[in-house]
């Protein structure tokens, strides 16, 4: 037989290397929690024939995966079809020979079973096939595959590899079973026994049902799907005992915890390719856009799904957005897109899409989409920035007249530049004013999804500045330039010296007071500083 440097001349010379197993074990995945979305999605598939049969009593079918930190064990249990004894063998000890169907069924390529290989030293599949008195037990040594594999003098095959590393036994069972159980020793990663993790990790990845915490935009979502003959399949999936959901929330939190925003309605929508037949379809919830979601949002950005089961991360939408700081927008939102398709087909690692026309057309449209939710972001910002604009120039309106009524002024001069920078914080803030109420108008005409959002979202009542910048700053026939130097004045009797405990100095001892305060003003501009010295020096010389 030819060695590997020498040229093959017919397929009997063909040899598939070894290292071709550790490119499907211990190379396959970036996330090593990865392996459990894989075999959710084996069962998933099985489960669809399960019920096309009836084979179980009610039609109740499940996912349970266990996980024992304590031993490193974790065990993945389906109650579907099983596998025929006599198919033990060919199915489940060969490699990438799937009869599975592309863009048909979730799974096709037939080697997501063998990613346990790369996290543990034994994995072991169990099953039992309806009507079977018998359960195929097949043990796979994955301690002794890397160590042949690491082996560089060894030169055997994939194929000789899996023959010396698998066990194949049978035992007694009752003949109405049906199950497909994997085992997992010694787990040698501790994020896989991680429950919390994994629990947060399934729900968001595999083809689950939202959660009903998000009522009633999940009815909202589920009459779209019956309006268009939409379906999405989902499964009953258990971690630890514990089912899990797509953990959508009404609410959006800050790190914390704590509420700061929350969803005000969902907008669902479909697609067609240029044929016009149905290619993906979606939802993304509305809030008020105040920015990227936190993490602690777990169900944050936009996700894309095929057959249900997630492609990648909260992430992998952010392609859309060309532009590198608009990609950010993706996660202002909580939301999904579904693909609808049989062209479009996942890789082989399920991060993203393959390769093909079907996925530039695809793209083509998404990134329509997606410009969408980026002017969503950009008009939120710019409504928020005029609203802000008000807020401000209320709130130096106050300051001005808090500051007023208890003779804070240190001198003429900052009295006039406070007013100053009122009248121009007004001026910004009237602008502001018939900006917002222009945007509204917009909001309507174009149907936006965030009109409503942004009437009721914020308090109505500080958006109109007129009843409570009247009165604010000098009489309009004034100049703040104008301000008159005698302490007392009625109109502008509110510098730091008017104050009655500076009454026993007389006019040009109070002059020189003002010239001093009108120096740290001058050396210091941080408020808190310059009031912390003149208050300072204020209680010494009025003792």
């Not at 608009?326 to 899409?353: A, C, K, V």
Request: aromatic letters at 8%.
């Amino acid at each position: 037989m030819a060695d590997s440097h020498e040229y093959i001349a017919s397929l009997d010379d063909v040899k598939i290397g070894k290292n071709v197993l550790e490119s499907l074990t211990r190379s396959a995945y970036d996330d090593c929690r990865c392996i459990l979305r894989e075999y959710v999605q084996n069962a998933a598939d099985q489960i669809d024939i399960a019920r096309e049969q009836n084979l179980s009593e009610g039609n109740s079918y499940g996912v349970y995966i266990n996980i024992s930190p304590e031993t490193r064990r974790i065990e993945i249990e389906d109650n579907a079809t099983g596998v025929e004894a006599s198919e033990v063998l060919p199915v489940l000890r060969n490699v990438a020979c799937s009869n599975k169907k592309r863009g048909k069924q979730k799974g096709f390529r037939g080697i997501g079973r063998l990613g346990g290989l790369g996290y543990c030293s034994t994995l072991t599949f169990i099953t039992s096939f309806k009507g079977e008195d018998v359960r195929s037990i097949l043990k796979w040594n994955a301690d002794e595959m890397s160590r042949i594999i690491d082996d560089e003098s060894d030169e055997s095959s994939a194929s000789d590899v899996v023959s010396r590393v698998t066990s194949h036994s049978t035992e007694k069972e009752k003949p109405d079973l049906h199950y497909f159980k994997i085992i997992m020793e010694d787990v040698s990663d501790r994020r896989l026994l991680d429950a919390g993790n994994i629990r947060d990790y399934l729900s968001m990845v595999a083809p689950v049902d939202i959660a009903n915490t998000f009522k009633p935009f999940k009815d909202e979502i589920k009459r779209f799907m019956k309006e268009n003959n939409l379906v999405v399949d989902t499964y009953d999936v258990y971690v630890n005992g514990e089912q899990i959901y797509k953990p959508y929330t009404r609410s959006i939190y800050d790190e914390n915890g704590a509420e700061i925003d929350k969803i005000y309605k969902v907008v669902p929508f479909i697609r067609n390719d240029s044929l016009g037949n149905p290619f993906y379809w979606g939802w993304y919830g509305v809030s008020k856009l105040e920015g990227m979601l936190k993490f602690k949002n777990l169900a944050r950005g936009i996700r894309l799904r095929c057959k249900n089961i997630q492609l990648g991360d909260e992430g992998n939408c952010r392609r859309f957005l060309p532009g590198k700081q608009d990609q950010r927008f993706s996660d202002y939102f909580f939301g999904e897109i579904h693909t609808l398709s049989e062209l479009l087909i996942p890789d082989m690692d399920r991060n993203y899409l393959r390769v093909d026309d079907a996925r530039t057309e695809f793209e083509a449209l998404a990134r329509k989409d997606f410009a969408t939710l980026k002017n969503l972001c950009y008009e939120a910002s710019g409504y928020k920035s005029d609203y802000k604009k008000i807020l401000t120039a209320q709130e130096k309106g106050k300051k001005l007249e808090e500051k007023k009524k208890n003779k804070e002024f240190a001198s003429k001069e900052e009295l006039a530049k406070a007013q100053d920078e009122f009248e121009k914080s007004k001026k910004l803030a009237e602008s502001a004013e018939k900006s917002i109420a222009k945007r509204k108008q917009n909001l309507q005409t174009e149907n936006s999804p965030l009109a409503g959002v942004i009437d009721t979202s914020y308090d109505p009542t500080p958006i109109s500045l007129s009843a409570v910048v009247s009165g604010f700053g000098p009489k309009p026939e004034e100049k703040p330039s104008e301000i008159k130097d005698s302490a007392g004045d009625e109109e502008y009797g509110c510098l730091r010296t008017s104050k009655p405990i500076y009454k026993r100095f007389n006019k040009s001892t109070l002059a020189v007071i003002n010239a001093v305060y009108k120096v740290i003003g001058d050396v210091l501009p941080m408020e808190n500083m310059r009031e912390a010295l003149i208050s300072k020096i204020e209680a010494e010389i009025t003792k």
